[in-house]
């Protein structure tokens, strides 16, 4: 069936550097990619958004990227801090949103002071 | 704006009693609302949807009648999870979609956590 996949598990990365997390997915119909932040014990936070009509939408420190093509997303943060370290998850959905979403399997990012 | 509560956060409850997990919109309505279950180190897996005034569409492999979910207004929505057993222990995660503005948008809440010994 359809699957939201990340390629890397963890990522650790040292205070201060720059972070890109990566998401492969295989619904060729997903047209609305979202990036959440779950800290432990909480639920996911919404970070950035994307529509399938852009490759690139920036945000406060986030920029996420998309490429058609190969059918991948990336999240990238900038200047990362302690505060950065969570699991990340991209998902997507058709019908800009209102369809279900699908979630990957999520990136543990460890930020290392 | 746009909170998403869960109540309560955590819970414990012995094999075979029933607990039920309640989701509001604090601020807006939602059409929709939906909830997901997280297993240790794991994603989300959706587990059903719940449209207001109508009956949840579950997904493939979880039970509707052990799963009980009732939306009764545009800002509750409620899963019951009928004769909890160890194996239902899991981190329960509802969002909520709002009746306006952008459709696309789903607010998660902060969880429960659901321990059944």
């Known amino acids: 069936g359809e699957s939201v996949g990340l390629h890397l598990p963890t990522l650790s990365v040292q205070e201060g550097d720059n972070s890109i997390i990566n998401c492969a997915y295989s619904?060729?119909?997903?047209?609305?990619f979202i990036w959440y932040k779950q800290e432990s014990g909480k639920g996911p936070q919404f970070i950035i958004d994307?529509?399938?009509?852009?490759d690139k939408r920036q945000g406060q420190r986030v920029t996420v990227l998309l490429n058609k093509t190969v059918k991948h997303l990336s999240l990238q943060i900038a200047a990362t801090q302690p505060g950065d370290s969570a699991v990340y998850f991209c998902?997507?959905?058709?019908?800009?949103?209102?369809?279900?979403?699908?979630f990957g399997t999520g990136t543990r990012l460890t930020i290392i002071p | 704006g746009a909170v998403v509560s869960q109540h309560p956060s955590w819970v414990i409850c012995k094999s075979g009693t029933s607990v039920k997990i309640e989701c509001r919109s604090l601020?807006?309505?939602?059409?929709?609302m939906f909830w997901y279950r997280q297993f240790p180190k794991q994603s989300l897996m959706l587990m059903a949807t719940?449209?207001?005034?109508?009956?949840?569409?579950?997904e493939q492999g979880v039970e509707k009648d052990k799963f009980l979910i009732n939306h009764a207004s545009l800002t509750l929505s409620t899963l019951t999870v009928t004769s909890a057993h160890p194996e239902d222990s899991s981190f329960y995660i509802c969002?909520?979609?709002?009746?306006?503005?952008?459709?696309?948008?789903?607010?998660f809440g902060p969880g429960t956590r659901l321990l059944v010994l």
């Open positions: 619904n060729s119909a997903s047209d609305y």
């Open positions: 994307i529509r399938s009509n852009m």
């Open positions: 969002s909520a979609r709002p009746l306006a503005g952008a459709q696309e948008t789903q607010y």
């Open positions: 601020d807006f309505q939602a059409t929709t």
């Open positions: 719940s449209n207001e005034g109508s009956k949840a569409t579950y």
């Open positions: 998902a997507e959905t058709a019908n800009f949103g209102n369809e279900k979403l699908t």
